[in-house]
């Protein structure tokens, strides 16, 4: 990536994260894709399962810690958890690429860490949902148990959605006999 792609998509991340602390509605963004779009391959098990940066505005009055929940709704199933954290501070605003804030509990890889996606075969959604809580600490030690105290104990929530398919599934022929994506 060129210093002018740099810049331009630093300026991009900039508008786009003034524009919805304009709205001052509770929200989940990332610098590495947008609402709907692919999730990069580097956030993913083909790649080097780094979880992405994340951030969030606009928190609800009264919200004394977070939680997040990513997961793929469309695993064969149940939901397929990648990644649980609780207990993350009022004061936080985001999470880094790689890092991570608060508590981890185990998720459906059995491992208290990020797990990417990994779909078993065509294009499946992953959530991130982030929730303001009315408690600073969860009691929460199960991925099963998680889920069910955010619900009793959530204010709001936001949800960021990416997409991801194998790479080879998602590439296409086109009439030049190129791949597309």
């Known amino acids: ?69 990513n997961d793929d709704p469309d695993a064969p199933g149940k939901a397929w958890v990648h990644w649980l954290l609780k207990d993350i501070p009022a004061s936080t605003t985001g999470i880094e690429q790689g890092k991570k804030v608060g508590v981890e509990v185990k998720n459906s890889f059995g491992k208290l860490a990020y797990g990417g996606p990994a779909p078993p075969s065509g294009t499946h959604r992953y959530f991130f949902k982030l929730y303001a809580l009315n408690v600073e600490k969860l009691a929460a030690t199960t991925k099963e148990a998680m889920y069910a105290e955010v619900e009793k104990k959530k204010i709001d929530k936001c949800q960021l959605m990416g997409k991801y398919a194998h790479i080879e599934e998602s590439l296409q022929l086109n009439g030049n006999n190129q791949y597309i994506y």
Not at 6 to 32: C, G, H, L, N
């Open 1 to 69: 990536m060129c210093i002018r792609d740099r810049v331009s998509t630093q300026s991009t991340w900039d508008i786009r994260y003034a524009k919805i602390m304009e709205k001052k509605v509770f929200t989940i963004i990332s610098s590495a894709f947008k609402e709907g779009e692919m999730i990069p391959t580097l956030y993913t098990h083909d790649g080097k399962d780094t979880s992405p940066p994340l951030a969030w505005v606009n928190p609800p009055e009264g919200t004394k810690s977070f939680a997040l929940i």
